[in-house]
């Protein structure tokens, strides 16, 4: 071998090994995934001296391929692409990650069968290369390096970029483990601190006092509040700023599931204990190990159930349904009522020694119409968060509507503030909520005197009506005894109005 060919041979292997090193420095920089792989094939495509390229990521909740990283490709191969995602199976990328295999295709590469989308076959490819990139030995994603003229591959080429999908694969694997952290981390950080409780209220600060002093305490809540008054709330807020907040968080509600149903989900059971029991299953309580179990209206209970939690709650150990041995399990009870248990108790209907085992610590949540000062907050909250459900720009409350839901007595607490705001900011077509975007029945309060007029009286009346009807139209016309265009501009002149008030 001459000279000179000697030193171009070896000039190419150093090149060869200079971008398998490039690739895993770049990969290697950072955990932001889509830079990652924009360089990566930024540098796999100049090596290759390709046109196009893309890179693939595969998410497993729904088995999309995500185009990440993209070179030159067509707006309309992109558009495709990223608004009608290929799954795994679908399309040549589909089955490259199904089955994990190398497709080479030297030229026509568009006229393939195996591609099955439209803009891919007008996308003019001649020559295609689409290799999975594993982790661990699961393709967690596809390289597509893409020519739109002849191309001649050298087979060594070949060899770097097989080599170059492994530091790929395994930068893909970290990013996706990272992302999933952040999330983890950002869904605790809502809790911590007790963000989510929205409050000014002196009687919810005692409350969150208690709390917070029970936080790491392993023992046993029972949280008592009309329905509506955010229990589980609370006691989400005790799991995820304790030290259990890493461990599982699970909620039943006891009452909506029959005693046969509520025994197997909590306990668990063996496989033949009954008709159906064709596997093992794991209960609720042995799921929540290490973690919290929250036990929303417990005293629903049959006393059949009372008794196998006592025992639970006296010794941490659980019998599976069909099973004689027991499994030792530390999970925190947290119960919640909205009934009085103590004259359940005086009824028999509820063990007293039960009780005394979950009430070691009692928070009671004030309602509220207790709590009246914490209105205008939450209503502040729930706006802000329907005008980004609902692409709005409310700004707020009129001050005669502040005052009719302020007077409102709450029956249904928060969760019912919380349907009302939702269902007047559908409504409502102004920037402010207006007593005519509430419900009828807040309509029933006692007006001033400047709201007598006919006009006013005939938008609450036509308010109630189509309220009614739920906002049929035609229906609440014909209840009105007038054309469906009459109303129509009824409600047109009375929104022009509410607007110009604005």
């Known amino acids: 071998m001459e000279k000179n060919e000697l030193a171009q041979r070896l000039e190419y292997q150093n090149r060869k090994l200079s971008v ?9 920089r950072s955990l932001d995934l889509r830079t990652t792989l924009n360089d990566t094939l930024n540098n796999i495509l100049a090596f290759m001296r390709a046109d196009s390229g893309v890179i693939y990521v595969i998410y ?3 088995l999309e391929l995500v185009p990440v990283a993209f070179h030159n490709l067509s707006p309309d191969v992109v558009r495709d692409l990223t608004e009608n995602k290929v799954r795994v199976g679908e399309c040549m990328c589909g089955s490259i990650a199904q089955f994990d295999c190398e497709v080479i295709i030297d030229k026509e590469a568009s006229s393939d069968p195996r591609f099955t989308r439209e803009t891919l076959k007008k996308e003019g490819m001649e020559f295609y290369a689409g290799l999975p990139l594993k982790s661990k030995g699961k393709v967690v994603g596809v390289l597509c390096v893409i020519t739109h003229t002849p191309y001649v591959a050298d087979p060594e080429q070949f060899d770097i970029l097989r080599a170059a999908t492994v530091p790929i694969g395994l930068a893909i694997e970290n990013a996706l483990i990272h992302e999933k952290v952040k999330e983890e981390v950002s869904r605790k950080s809502r ?5 989510e409780i929205i409050t000014t209220s002196p009687q919810m600060a005692q409350v969150l006092n208690q709390v917070r002093k029970i936080l790491d305490v392993p023992v046993s809540v029972l949280i008592f509040g009309e329905s509506g008054t955010g229990k589980e709330l609370v006691a989400r807020a005790i799991h995820f700023n304790s030290i259990r907040s890493e461990r599982p968080f699970i909620a039943i509600n006891c009452g909506a599931l029959p005693e046969s149903l509520l025994e197997s989900e909590l306990f668990g059971y063996l496989k033949g204990a009954f008709t159906g029991a064709s596997t093992d299953k794991v209960g609720l309580l042995e799921a929540a190990d290490g973690g919290t179990l929250f036990l929303d209206e417990v005293n629903s209970m049959s006393s059949h159930l009372q008794l196998k939690l006592l025992r639970f709650l006296q010794d941490r150990t659980l019998y599976k349904v069909g099973s004689t041995f027991p499994v030792s399990v530390d999970a925190r009870v947290i119960a919640a009522t909205n009934q009085s248990i103590e004259d359940a108790i005086q009824q028999g209907t509820f063990r007293e020694d039960l009780y005394y085992r979950l009430n070691v610590v009692k928070l009671d949540i004030p309602p509220l119409r207790s709590r009246r000062e914490d209105i205008p907050l939450l209503a502040r909250y729930f706006i802000l968060k329907y005008n980004k459900a609902f692409g709005k720009s409310i700004r707020g409350l009129s001050e005669q509507a502040l005052k009719v839901i302020m007077d409102h007595r709450w029956p249904g607490n928060v969760r019912e503030l919380e349907n009302v705001i939702e269902r007047a900011m559908i409504m409502a077509d102004g920037h402010e909520l207006h007593p005519i975007d509430l419900p009828a029945q807040f309509s029933n309060h006692i007006k001033g005197d400047s709201e007598w007029s006919l006009d006013d009286v005939e938008k609450d009346h036509i308010a109630k009506v189509l309220a009614f009807t739920r906002g049929e139209m035609k229906r609440a ?11 129509w501009r009824k409600l047109k002149k009375s929104n022009t109005t509410n607007n110009s008030a604005d």
Do not use: C, K, Q, R
């Open 20 to 28: 398998l090193y490039d690739i895993s420095l770049t990969v290697s």
């Open 477 to 487: 016309a014909e209840i009105l005894g007038i054309n469906p265009t009459t109303l």
């Open 191 to 195: 809790h911590l601190g007790f963000e």
């Open 60 to 62: 497993e909740e729904t």
